[in-house]
Protein backbone atom coordinates (compact mmCIF):
# COMPACT_ATOMS: atom_id res chain seq x y z
CA UNK A 1 0.00 0.00 0.00
CA UNK A 2 2.76 2.43 1.08
CA UNK A 3 4.47 1.33 -2.24
CA UNK A 4 1.52 2.39 -4.53
CA UNK A 5 0.57 5.47 -1.97
CA UNK A 6 4.88 6.75 -2.64
CA UNK A 7 4.39 5.65 -6.18
CA UNK A 8 1.16 7.76 -7.31
CA UNK A 9 2.09 10.74 -5.19
CA UNK A 10 5.42 11.01 -6.75
CA UNK A 11 4.64 10.22 -10.45
CA UNK A 12 0.92 11.58 -10.40
CA UNK A 13 0.74 13.97 -7.17
CA UNK A 14 -2.99 12.65 -6.77
CA UNK A 15 -4.17 10.14 -4.17
CA UNK A 16 -5.08 6.51 -4.71
CA UNK A 17 -8.49 7.05 -4.30
CA UNK A 18 -9.80 4.19 -2.09
CA UNK A 19 -12.13 7.35 -0.21
CA UNK A 20 -16.27 6.77 0.61
CA UNK A 21 -18.65 8.68 -0.50
CA UNK A 22 -20.70 9.74 2.40
CA UNK A 23 -24.60 10.16 1.99
CA UNK A 24 -26.32 12.22 4.79
CA UNK A 25 -30.14 12.07 4.07
CA UNK A 26 -32.91 14.66 6.11
CA UNK A 27 -30.72 12.40 9.11
CA UNK A 28 -32.22 14.01 12.53
CA UNK A 29 -30.40 12.59 16.04
CA UNK A 30 -32.54 13.44 19.74
CA UNK A 31 -31.26 12.89 23.08
CA UNK A 32 -34.33 11.70 24.59
CA UNK A 33 -36.72 14.56 24.15
CA UNK A 34 -33.92 17.00 22.95
CA UNK A 35 -33.57 17.50 19.49
CA UNK A 36 -29.69 18.29 19.05
CA UNK A 37 -29.62 17.76 15.19
CA UNK A 38 -32.29 18.69 12.40
CA UNK A 39 -33.04 17.47 8.86
CA UNK A 40 -29.22 17.45 7.76
CA UNK A 41 -28.31 16.38 4.28
CA UNK A 42 -24.77 16.20 2.48
CA UNK A 43 -23.38 14.32 -0.32
CA UNK A 44 -19.77 13.99 0.41
CA UNK A 45 -17.93 12.30 -2.46
CA UNK A 46 -15.05 9.62 -2.40
CA UNK A 47 -11.93 11.44 -1.27
CA UNK A 48 -13.30 15.27 -0.68
CA UNK A 49 -12.40 17.00 2.59
CA UNK A 50 -15.36 17.96 3.97
CA UNK A 51 -14.85 20.39 6.75
CA UNK A 52 -18.04 21.04 9.43
CA UNK A 53 -17.85 24.25 11.02
CA UNK A 54 -20.46 25.34 13.45
CA UNK A 55 -20.79 27.39 16.85
CA UNK A 56 -20.05 25.78 19.66
CA UNK A 57 -22.71 23.29 21.16
CA UNK A 58 -24.75 23.12 17.88
CA UNK A 59 -24.21 19.34 17.07
CA UNK A 60 -20.93 18.83 15.56
CA UNK A 61 -20.06 16.19 17.27
CA UNK A 62 -23.07 14.83 17.42
CA UNK A 63 -23.41 14.40 13.70
CA UNK A 64 -19.76 13.27 13.27
CA UNK A 65 -20.89 10.19 15.96
CA UNK A 66 -23.45 9.46 13.63
CA UNK A 67 -21.11 9.13 10.73
CA UNK A 68 -19.03 6.65 13.04
CA UNK A 69 -21.67 4.21 14.11
CA UNK A 70 -21.13 5.34 17.62
CA UNK A 71 -24.91 7.38 18.01
CA UNK A 72 -28.15 6.04 16.17
CA UNK A 73 -29.81 8.61 13.89
CA UNK A 74 -33.33 9.60 14.54
CA UNK A 75 -34.80 10.34 11.58
CA UNK A 76 -33.47 10.14 7.72
CA UNK A 77 -30.56 8.31 6.53
CA UNK A 78 -26.84 7.85 6.91
CA UNK A 79 -25.07 5.72 4.31
CA UNK A 80 -21.19 5.01 3.70
CA UNK A 81 -20.55 3.87 0.13
CA UNK A 82 -24.25 3.03 -0.41
CA UNK A 83 -24.41 0.94 2.83
CA UNK A 84 -26.49 2.25 5.67
CA UNK A 85 -24.63 2.48 9.14
CA UNK A 86 -25.58 0.51 11.75
CA UNK A 87 -23.20 0.89 14.36
CA UNK A 88 -18.68 1.27 14.31
CA UNK A 89 -17.07 -0.43 11.58
CA UNK A 90 -13.55 -0.55 10.45
CA UNK A 91 -14.67 1.40 7.40
CA UNK A 92 -15.04 4.41 9.22
CA UNK A 93 -12.06 5.53 11.51
CA UNK A 94 -12.16 8.12 14.10
CA UNK A 95 -9.84 10.64 14.88
CA UNK A 96 -10.69 12.26 18.84
CA UNK A 97 -9.01 15.40 20.07
CA UNK A 98 -7.48 13.89 23.14
CA UNK A 99 -4.57 11.66 22.35
CA UNK A 100 -5.56 9.79 24.98
CA UNK A 101 -7.36 6.93 23.11
CA UNK A 102 -4.02 5.54 22.48
CA UNK A 103 -3.33 2.73 24.61
CA UNK A 104 -0.23 4.02 27.27
CA UNK A 105 0.80 0.36 27.94
CA UNK A 106 1.52 -0.54 24.39
CA UNK A 107 4.12 1.23 22.36
CA UNK A 108 3.55 3.41 19.79
CA UNK A 109 4.06 0.32 16.85
CA UNK A 110 1.71 -1.64 18.61
CA UNK A 111 -0.81 1.26 19.21
CA UNK A 112 -1.36 1.45 15.23
CA UNK A 113 -1.23 -1.95 14.94
CA UNK A 114 -4.38 -2.88 16.70
CA UNK A 115 -6.76 -2.86 14.36
CA UNK A 116 -4.99 -4.97 11.95
CA UNK A 117 -4.55 -7.51 14.98
CA UNK A 118 -8.38 -7.41 15.84
CA UNK A 119 -8.63 -8.29 11.77
CA UNK A 120 -7.04 -11.46 12.34
CA UNK A 121 -3.86 -9.85 10.19
CA UNK A 122 -0.52 -12.47 10.81
CA UNK A 123 2.16 -10.54 12.70
CA UNK A 124 4.10 -9.84 9.80
CA UNK A 125 1.19 -7.71 8.15
CA UNK A 126 0.25 -6.08 11.42
CA UNK A 127 4.06 -4.87 11.80
CA UNK A 128 4.58 -4.38 8.30
CA UNK A 129 1.17 -1.95 7.91
CA UNK A 130 2.08 -0.06 11.18
CA UNK A 131 5.42 1.16 10.06
CA UNK A 132 4.15 1.91 6.76
CA UNK A 133 1.97 4.11 8.55
CA UNK A 134 3.93 5.82 10.73
CA UNK A 135 6.11 6.45 7.95
CA UNK A 136 3.30 8.12 6.39
CA UNK A 137 3.22 10.58 10.06
CA UNK A 138 7.04 10.86 10.11
CA UNK A 139 7.25 8.85 13.01
CA UNK A 140 8.82 5.31 12.25
CA UNK A 141 11.76 6.12 14.54
CA UNK A 142 9.77 6.45 17.46
CA UNK A 143 8.25 2.97 16.78
CA UNK A 144 9.63 1.68 19.79
CA UNK A 145 7.96 4.28 21.89
CA UNK A 146 5.47 4.53 24.53
CA UNK A 147 2.62 7.09 23.79
CA UNK A 148 3.85 8.98 27.41
CA UNK A 149 7.43 9.57 25.56
CA UNK A 150 6.22 11.98 22.79
CA UNK A 151 5.11 15.23 22.83
CA UNK A 152 1.13 15.60 22.00
CA UNK A 153 1.89 16.62 18.06
CA UNK A 154 3.32 13.43 17.88
CA UNK A 155 0.72 11.19 19.89
CA UNK A 156 -1.99 12.96 17.52
CA UNK A 157 0.15 11.73 14.44
CA UNK A 158 0.16 8.10 15.92
CA UNK A 159 -3.59 8.43 16.49
CA UNK A 160 -3.88 9.06 13.02
CA UNK A 161 -1.83 6.84 11.98
CA UNK A 162 -3.53 4.17 13.93
CA UNK A 163 -6.79 4.93 12.17
CA UNK A 164 -4.98 4.73 8.46
CA UNK A 165 -3.79 1.61 9.41
CA UNK A 166 -7.43 -0.05 9.44
CA UNK A 167 -7.17 1.59 5.68
CA UNK A 168 -10.82 3.28 6.26
CA UNK A 169 -12.57 4.88 3.30
CA UNK A 170 -13.54 7.33 5.68
CA UNK A 171 -11.85 9.28 8.27
CA UNK A 172 -13.79 11.57 10.74
CA UNK A 173 -11.61 13.96 12.57
CA UNK A 174 -13.32 15.96 15.68
CA UNK A 175 -11.41 19.49 16.75
CA UNK A 176 -8.32 16.68 16.42
CA UNK A 177 -5.65 19.52 17.03
CA UNK A 178 -7.80 21.97 19.26
CA UNK A 179 -5.36 21.42 22.51
CA UNK A 180 -2.29 21.24 20.59
CA UNK A 181 0.12 24.69 20.73
CA UNK A 182 -0.79 26.91 17.80
CA UNK A 183 2.35 25.70 16.29
CA UNK A 184 2.35 22.16 16.43
CA UNK A 185 -1.15 23.21 15.33
CA UNK A 186 0.03 24.74 11.68
CA UNK A 187 2.65 22.12 11.57
CA UNK A 188 -0.13 19.41 11.90
CA UNK A 189 -2.83 21.45 9.56
CA UNK A 190 0.21 21.23 6.69
CA UNK A 191 0.48 17.51 7.46
CA UNK A 192 -2.86 16.15 7.56
CA UNK A 193 -3.17 18.23 3.73
CA UNK A 194 -0.48 16.11 3.32
CA UNK A 195 -1.53 12.87 4.45
CA UNK A 196 -5.10 13.16 3.07
CA UNK A 197 -3.74 13.38 -0.47
CA UNK A 198 -0.85 10.48 0.17
CA UNK A 199 -3.78 8.16 1.92
CA UNK A 200 -6.92 9.13 -0.65
CA UNK A 201 -9.46 8.56 2.15
CA UNK A 202 -12.68 10.55 2.32
CA UNK A 203 -12.23 13.06 5.23
CA UNK A 204 -14.99 14.72 7.56
CA UNK A 205 -13.19 17.11 9.69
CA UNK A 206 -15.21 18.84 12.33
CA UNK A 207 -13.18 22.42 13.48
CA UNK A 208 -14.84 25.39 15.18
CA UNK A 209 -11.72 27.37 13.47
CA UNK A 210 -12.75 29.30 10.04
CA UNK A 211 -8.98 29.60 8.89
CA UNK A 212 -8.19 25.82 9.74
CA UNK A 213 -11.31 25.02 7.50
CA UNK A 214 -10.18 27.58 4.43
CA UNK A 215 -6.46 25.95 4.87
CA UNK A 216 -7.80 22.25 4.48
CA UNK A 217 -10.92 21.39 3.27
CA UNK A 218 -12.53 21.17 -0.54
CA UNK A 219 -16.31 22.20 0.75
CA UNK A 220 -17.35 23.79 4.30
CA UNK A 221 -20.59 23.14 5.46
CA UNK A 222 -21.37 25.90 7.99
CA UNK A 223 -23.74 24.77 10.78
CA UNK A 224 -26.52 26.47 12.25
CA UNK A 225 -27.38 27.16 16.00
CA UNK A 226 -28.83 24.36 17.72
CA UNK A 227 -31.37 23.00 19.19
CA UNK A 228 -32.48 21.50 16.02
CA UNK A 229 -29.38 22.16 14.20
CA UNK A 230 -28.69 21.96 10.08
CA UNK A 231 -26.51 23.16 7.59
CA UNK A 232 -26.91 26.69 6.97
CA UNK A 233 -24.84 26.63 3.47
CA UNK A 234 -21.71 25.00 1.86
CA UNK A 235 -19.24 26.77 0.75
CA UNK A 236 -16.85 25.26 -2.13
CA UNK A 237 -12.83 26.16 -1.40
CA UNK A 238 -11.66 27.06 -4.81
CA UNK A 239 -8.31 27.66 -3.71
CA UNK A 240 -4.84 25.85 -5.18
CA UNK A 241 -3.15 23.35 -2.14
CA UNK A 242 -1.17 24.24 -0.13
CA UNK A 243 -3.17 27.05 0.46
CA UNK A 244 -2.08 30.38 1.33
CA UNK A 245 -3.66 32.54 3.66
CA UNK A 246 -2.81 35.62 2.20
CA UNK A 247 -4.57 34.85 -1.05
CA UNK A 248 -7.20 37.69 -1.66
CA UNK A 249 -9.59 34.72 -2.39
CA UNK A 250 -8.66 33.48 1.17
CA UNK A 251 -9.60 36.79 3.13
CA UNK A 252 -12.44 37.25 0.79
CA UNK A 253 -13.81 33.27 2.11
CA UNK A 254 -12.74 34.23 5.11
CA UNK A 255 -14.67 37.33 5.38
CA UNK A 256 -18.06 35.44 4.73
CA UNK A 257 -17.28 32.44 6.66
CA UNK A 258 -17.34 35.07 9.71
CA UNK A 259 -20.01 36.82 8.76
CA UNK A 260 -22.41 33.85 8.45
CA UNK A 261 -20.95 32.00 11.61
CA UNK A 262 -21.00 35.32 13.69
CA UNK A 263 -24.81 35.07 12.81
CA UNK A 264 -25.47 31.67 14.28
CA UNK A 265 -23.00 32.91 17.32
CA UNK A 266 -24.67 35.53 18.31
CA UNK A 267 -28.23 33.65 18.17
CA UNK A 268 -26.98 31.05 20.03
CA UNK A 269 -25.91 33.72 23.17
CA UNK A 270 -29.04 35.26 22.73
CA UNK A 271 -30.79 31.96 23.25
CA UNK A 272 -28.19 31.65 26.81
CA UNK A 273 -30.03 34.93 27.58
CA UNK A 274 -26.66 36.64 26.81
CA UNK A 275 -27.01 39.98 24.24
CA UNK A 276 -23.30 40.28 22.54
CA UNK A 277 -24.90 43.36 20.79
CA UNK A 278 -25.49 43.68 16.88
CA UNK A 279 -21.89 45.33 16.31
CA UNK A 280 -19.95 43.13 17.72
CA UNK A 281 -17.59 40.68 16.45
CA UNK A 282 -17.45 37.34 18.48
CA UNK A 283 -15.40 34.38 18.20
CA UNK A 284 -17.18 30.49 17.12
CA UNK A 285 -16.86 30.28 21.24
CA UNK A 286 -18.93 33.23 21.72
CA UNK A 287 -16.07 35.46 23.07
CA UNK A 288 -16.17 38.80 22.18
CA UNK A 289 -13.36 40.21 20.01
N1 LIG B 1 -25.29 12.12 24.93
C1 LIG B 1 -25.95 13.27 24.98
N2 LIG B 1 -27.09 13.40 25.71
C2 LIG B 1 -27.78 14.56 25.72
N3 LIG B 1 -27.43 15.68 25.06
C3 LIG B 1 -26.31 15.61 24.32
C4 LIG B 1 -25.50 14.43 24.23
N4 LIG B 1 -24.45 14.67 23.42
C5 LIG B 1 -24.58 15.96 23.02
N5 LIG B 1 -25.69 16.52 23.55
C6 LIG B 1 -26.18 17.90 23.32
O1 LIG B 1 -26.30 18.07 21.91
C7 LIG B 1 -25.89 19.37 21.54
C8 LIG B 1 -24.77 19.28 20.53
O2 LIG B 1 -23.59 18.82 21.16
P1 LIG B 1 -22.23 18.56 20.39
O3 LIG B 1 -22.52 17.68 19.23
O4 LIG B 1 -21.25 18.06 21.37
O5 LIG B 1 -21.84 20.03 19.89
P2 LIG B 1 -20.50 20.55 19.18
O6 LIG B 1 -19.64 19.37 18.89
O7 LIG B 1 -20.97 21.28 17.95
O8 LIG B 1 -19.85 21.50 20.13
C9 LIG B 1 -25.49 20.10 22.82
O9 LIG B 1 -26.60 20.84 23.25
C10 LIG B 1 -25.18 18.96 23.76
O10 LIG B 1 -25.41 19.34 25.09
MG1 LIG C 1 -17.69 18.91 19.61
Redesign the pocket.
Known sequence: MTKAIETDRRETGSAPGRGAAVSVDGVGIR?GS?Q?VSNISLDIAAGEFLCLL?P???????LLSAMAGFEAVSEGDLRVGGTPITGPHPGLGMVFQSSEALFDWMTVRQNVAFGPRMRGATRAAQTKLADEYLGLVGLRHCADRFPGQLSGGMRQRVQIARVLANEPGVVLMDEPFGALDAQTRQVMQEETDRIWRASGCTVVF?THDIDEAILLADRIAVMTA??AASVKSVYPVDLPRPRDEADPAAAELRRALRADIGEEVRKALRDQGLDPGLDQDVDLKGNLR
Do not use: E, R, W
Open positions: FFAGSGCGKSTVGP
